[in-house]
């Protein structure tokens, strides 16, 4: 089973500030099968990043993904009120398909 | 816009069988081109994968719990179903279900619409 490991498990920032999150696989994960979702209290997941770096629909450009192999990055490159939430990566790339612990993002 | 929807019994028993059933609105379930699967969230914990299916009837179920699940597919009604038995107090969840573009040639995407959960709670 692949372990995702998520860092850090909470980022405090201010609104405008740069979020960068780390999303680090036991193995080699191809690109094409690493997302990253966004999940607010109460909600579904939401996908924002498909493919590594590709971003869903509807996703803002502040938002960009970076990697390959074991090592990927979420970048929120100026961050909004509304970005308070809690972010996970998943990969699909082997079975099991896992979901690394999350990382909760708070604006100050 | 594709909506797919949870529904199923809040509350259940320990060592019975949890049943729920994702309805697909506004698009068909009967399309090559995509997958259709469970994921599950405890309170306060974070997601896991449980299984994904084609309207074909292929499964994939995480091996951590494939000795209980089962997941089928009703064309008919546009809706997708999950099983698990002998359930636990460990089992307790949030559920969704959601949908994944396939591309064939084992291409696939990430889990783009989901469904808004329903919390399934297993106790006597």
């Known amino acids: 089973e692949i372990v995702l490991t998520q860092s850090p498990g909470t980022l405090s920032l201010s609104p405008g500030e740069r979020a960068t999150l780390s999303c680090k696989a036991s193995?080699?994960?191809?690109?094409?099968?690493l997302a990253w979702y966004q999940q607010k209290p109460g909600q579904a997941p939401r996908l924002l990043i498909h493919?590594?770096?590709s971003r869903a629909t509807g996703i803002p450009d502040r938002f960009s993904g970076s990697g390959s192999g074991t090592d990927f990055t979420l970048t929120i490159s100026r961050l909004e009120p509304e970005d308070s939430a809690v972010y996970y990566c998943?990969?699909?790339?082997?079975?099991?398909?896992?979901f690394g612990q999350g990382t909760k993002v708070e604006i100050k | 816009q594709l909506q797919v929807q949870e529904s199923g019994p809040g509350l259940v028993k320990p060592s019975e069988t949890l049943s729920l059933t994702c309805t697909v609105s506004?698009?068909?379930?009967?399309?090559?081109?995509?997958?259709w699967g469970w994921i599950r969230q405890p309170p306060g914990k974070g997601l896991e994968w449980i299984g994904s299916i084609y309207y074909s009837g292929s499964t994939y179920y995480n091996p951590s719990l494939k000795s209980r699940v089962t997941m089928s597919v009703d064309t008919s009604k546009n809706q997708f179903s999950l099983k698990v038995t002998s359930v636990t107090a460990a089992d307790t969840a949030v559920y969704f279900c959601a949908r994944g573009a396939d591309y064939g040639s084992g291409s696939y995407d990430a889990l783009n619409i989901w469904g808004q959960g329903t919390m399934v709670t297993v106790s006597s």
């Open positions: 493919g590594a770096s």
């Open positions: 193995q080699s994960v191809s690109s094409n099968y």
């Open positions: 506004d698009g068909s379930i009967s399309s090559t081109s995509y997958y």
């Open positions: 998943q990969q699909f790339f082997t079975s099991p398909w896992t």
